[in-house]
């Protein structure tokens, strides 16, 4: 990451690596130093007898200084595997070194808390930096158990920044202790003696008041320091106590916190909320005294190189205009020196001489800084090295002045009236120095006397990041169309692009490119291999990806097609945490614009009118701007995001997250696309017209809603499928509708005929053979019923409406065992007790089978005072009801002596059925012929009727 000094990452003041989280090593806080309380006004040396120190470490009694510190008892610290009874660190300063006490005690409650409660480790710099033990025991059952044990303790050296090309030369001290056991209590504590010379004797710290172990029940943080030395502190939690005396020659200064939350670290959250729990100390008095610090670090590097002195003679050589004299500057050190850190002691914030540097062509980001600085120099371009926070980045505005504010180097670069940030370790950039400014840093502090305030760095807001455009063509709708999906990354993002494509395989660097794309449009098929393309004197580099779309259409309602349409980058950049409600400000995408253009072209006119609409979305965290235009042979969504804020508050979580849900369906929704042309559809007008007249004057009978419904429909299939723009399984289902159509209209012949010309369209359509069991069903092919039944229920299994269709081809095929278990499996559904019609269905078959059909069906009466309409054939089925009361609660609701013929046409059906059972062939055929003089074709019902019908004969 190109560290400037490890600020956030390392204790700079010669602390233990001190991480962004609290270090569970240290009762899961970073070890670090602070001062002794109740020392005497005399200095004594804080001489402690030691054992061997050649293993890197040594064994020795708690200095004289520390003042001893019990746990209290904790009551209201919440319950935990581990919790940390007690974190006192202890810190004094001296001119012989800065010594640095910790002592933690860790309570062990739960199995899952043994792993983080057996293992102490402490990091150290051995280049500046003495470790000592002085005690580690375990307490159980009231005993102390001695575990100090110099064959316990190993010494790694780890390099945990290695993979990101950074050596900082850390050990750390490792304890595993053995038989640790629940409800054991761990303590134990150790002093780091040393300070890190690169800060010229002043005291510089960060110590964290919380643990991401458990847990705390205090955190104590002693400060003890010479009463002349003005060492300055900032606290911005508020529950911390803060006091301070002076006793003699020594300042105390007390920090004390109870029952501390467990901190858990969340990638969401704003870094500077995540450090709220530090207290920072500073002895620094100004933002001058930092920046003339780091001006003398630079200038002990920035010394005279012959092989600078060519490198700039080339540069000259090639170069016309200053501009062009920056660029190949800008170019040498981004590329042609690698970044690796070797940040071992004061190499931490000490820049390497810039003979160094060139001569092992390698550096980190104050090497580099240093290096390009002095190379401007020669050049005759004013220049000077500047410390950021690239993680902080504006909060470092609220830190106290001191290096540990700062994480970066880059350069503050004069060219003509404009001041450009230049980063030197940015070694993917591109095209003039101006397009590779930094942006959305927040704040930077310049290398030199006299800046004594922070710089304001360009902001992102303006920045533009991302454009895409994406093209979608569709020669023919009834075939696969295509994508082409054209992005330009700028900045920051062209950089990841870059840096991704030399990173990865290339399977991989096409799946990330693709990724949000195929998130949008699943069904798309990546089509070939990226092209990339450089946009000269840009820090910009275009991708382009082509797809195939498969099957991208659905047939909604069977009238239109509908496909997805998003804006994938600008939903990428707003989409939400899986949390919510929030109770933490949240960390927002980067700041700046994003445009993406969605475009579907249609080879002939689809759309009979243009269109152009707009949306606006503005609020303090983003502004969205949507324009919707459409031609007759074209349909497209302009989008432009700008995103203005770093984080969004806590408080107002709620608000923002309201405000994602308004944008939401506009930036992902569906677009609608006519299966008609303008003359199909004008024909179709005219045919429904006819229609309706001669549903009017009576040539056309019709009896049902349904009927007529079915004759409108079967006008517009007919239409659409002769228009022929459905692909393959969409002119399936166009087919299957028109089937389901005909047999509404008792056409059962015709219907199996289209039905057989979808299942060739798509022979795995659970539809297509749902359909055809019912087709079969009404031509009394049994067998065949069930056949389309089964193989339906194979591919959709949960489709109950198939069930009741192979229910009834059992049935009436003489399969009545299978019947009836098959609706015992069904009505163990709540929901088809309540339909009614399975316990009808049921009571049947228990009856033919010889069984008590009043039995099989007497515990699945529906719910509620007066259950609805089959409910009264159920009734005169169980003898409870006789047929006009059946009749007369099957017309309630409709006006005085209506018959509803839907109804009728059941409810004669049921009763013939019943008196079959009772062996009743006379009323039986009456109440068929009275099932069939309803005329409702559509049903089932009427279809069974005329079967039992012909099967009994009408007399």
């Known amino acids: 990451m190109g560290t400037y000094a490890l600020a956030l990452l390392t204790i700079a003041s ?58 209290e008892a904790p009551a209201g610290l919440p319950s935990a595997p581990l919790q940390v009874l007690l974190i006192d660190r202890q810190t004094r300063i001296e001119p012989a070194g800065t010594w640095r006490y910790q002592h933690v005690l860790r309570q062990i409650n739960e199995a899952s808390g043994l792993q983080k409660g057996a293992q102490i480790e402490l990091d150290f710099d051995p280049s500046f930096q003495k470790l000592q033990f002085h005690r580690l025991e375990v307490w159980r059952d009231g005993k102390r ?15 945990p920044q290695l993979e990101r090309q950074i050596i900082d030369g850390r050990m750390t001290a490792s304890i595993v202790l053995e038989d640790l056991r629940v409800g054991d209590r761990v ?14 004797g002043k005291f510089v710290d960060q110590e ?261 455009v994406d093209t979608f063509s569709f020669p023919r709708l009834d075939q696969p169309g295509t994508l082409r999906s054209v992005s330009t990354y700028h900045g920051d993002m062209a950089e990841w692009i870059r840096e991704a494509r030399a990173a990865l395989p290339a399977t991989d660097f096409r799946n990330l490119l693709a990724a949000e794309t195929l998130r949008f449009y699943p069904g798309l098929a990546v089509d070939g291999e990226p092209e990339l393309s450089e946009l000269d004197g840009r820090n910009a580099l275009r991708v382009e ?69 707009r949306f606006e979305e503005r609020n303090e965290h983003f502004e969205l701007r949507l324009r919707y235009r459409g031609e007759p042979k074209m349909q497209q969504i302009e989008g432009e995001l700008r995103l203005q804020a770093e984080q969004v508050a806590a408080g107002k979580w709620s608000a923002y997250r309201d405000q994602l849900n308004k944008v939401a369906p506009r930036l992902a929704n569906t677009i609608t696309v006519p299966v008609l042309g303008a003359d199909d559809l004008a024909g179709l007008r005219r045919d429904m017209t006819a229609l309706t007249d001669r549903m009017r004057n009576g040539s056309l009978k019709v009896l049902t809603e349904t009927q007529g419904s079915a004759h409108a429909r079967l006008l517009m299939m007919d239409r659409i499928l002769a228009a022929d723009r459905l692909p393959p399984k969409l002119r399936a289902a166009a087919l299957v509708e028109r089937a389901i159509q005909l047999d509404h209209l008792g056409q059962s012949d015709r219907a199996q005929t289209a039905l057989y010309d979808a299942a060739q369209l798509h022979e795995e359509s659970p539809e297509v053979h749902a359909a055809l069991a019912v087709n079969a069903l009404m031509q009394r092919k049994d067998e065949q019923a069930v056949s389309h039944a089964e193989r339906a229920l194979a591919l959709a299994p949960n489709d109950t409406g198939v069930r009741y269709t192979r229910v009834y081809a059992r049935y009436f095929g003489g399969q009545l065992q299978e019947a009836q278990k098959e609706l015992q499996e069904i009505l163990q559904s709540g929901s088809e007790v309540e339909r009614g019609y399975g316990s009808i269905w049921l009571y049947l078959s228990s009856r033919k089978l010889g069984q008590d059909g009043l039995a099989a069906i007497r515990e699945l009466r529906p719910s509620g005072d007066k259950p609805a309409w089959p409910y009264p054939v159920l009734q005169m089925l169980q003898g409870s009801l006789d047929l006009d009361g059946a009749l007369a609660l099957a017309r309630e609701g409709k006006p005085e002596a209506q018959a509803d013929r839907g109804r009728d046409c059941e409810l004669y059906f049921y009763a013939a059925q019943k008196a079959l059972l009772d062996q009743d062939l006379p009323k039986a055929r009456n109440y068929l012929k009275k099932s069939l003089a309803t005329g409702v074709v559509e049903f089932n019902e009427y279809s069974m009727a005329q079967r039992e019908l012909d099967r009994i004969g009408v007399r």
């Open 145 to 159: 158990l001695d575990r100090l044990d110099r064959k316990r303790i190993k010494l790694l050296h780890r390099e």
């Open 208 to 468: 964290w008041t919380s643990s991401s172990s458990g847990p705390v029940g205090l955190v104590q943080l002693r400060l003890l320091s010479p009463a002349e030395r003005n060492i300055q502190h900032r606290v911005a939690e508020p529950s911390v106590e803060v006091s301070s005396r002076v006793d003699g020659a020594w300042r105390e200064t007390l920090f004390k916190r109870r029952l501390v939350p467990q901190f858990h670290y969340e990638e969401t959250l704003p870094i500077g909320v995540m450090v709220k729990d530090q207290v920072q100390f500073s002895e620094f008095a100004n933002w001058a005294e930092v920046a003339s610090w780091a001006e003398q670090l630079f200038a002990k590097a920035m010394l005279p190189a012959e092989a600078l002195d060519a490198r700039a003679r080339e540069i000259e050589a090639q170069a016309q205009t200053t501009e062009e004299r920056l660029r190949l500057a800008l170019d040498f050190v981004q590329k042609e020196i690698r970044y690796f850190g070797t940040e071992i002691g004061a190499n931490s914030h000490q820049p390497a001489p810039t003979e160094q540097v060139l001569r092992q062509r390698f550096g980190d980001c104050k090497d580099k800084a240093a290096l390009l600085v002095t190379l401007l120099k020669k050049l005759g371009i004013e220049a000077t090295p500047a410390l950021v926070a690239a993680s902080l980045r504006s909060d470092a505005a609220q830190r106290l002045p001191s290096p540990l504010a700062f994480d970066h180097a880059i350069a503050a670069v004069q060219l003509g009236e404009q001041t450009l940030w230049l980063d030197a370790t940015r070694s993917q950039q591109r095209g003039a120095p101006a397009e590779r400014q930094s942006v959305g840093l927040g704040v930077g502090l310049v290398a030199k006397a006299g800046s004594s305030e922070l710089s304001r760095l360009p902001a992102a807001r303006e920045a533009l990041r991302l454009e895409t």
């Open 187 to 200: 303590e134990w504590a150790a002093s780091l003696v040393g300070d890190n010379p690169v800060f010229g």
């Open 14 to 71: 010669g602390a233990l690596a001190q991480p962004a989280v609290p270090a569970k090593a240290n009762g899961g806080v970073a070890y670090s130093a602070s001062p002794a309380a109740g020392s005497k006004s005399k200095k004594p040396t804080a001489t402690a007898t030691s054992k061997d120190s050649s293993d890197g470490f040594s064994l020795s009694p708690v200095p004289s200084w520390v003042q001893p510190l019990q746990a």
């Open 545 to 613: 990806l082509k797809y195939r779309s498969g099957e991208f259409w659905t047939f909604p309602e069977k009238r239109w097609l509908a496909g997805p349409i998003a804006l994938p980058s600008l939903v990428a950049q707003l989409r939400l945490p899986d949390q919510t409600p929030r109770t933490q400000p949240m960390r927002l995408a980067m700041n700046g614009r994003y445009l993406h253009t969605v475009r579907y072209e249609f080879a002939e006119p689809l759309y009979s009118q243009p269109s152009d609409s």
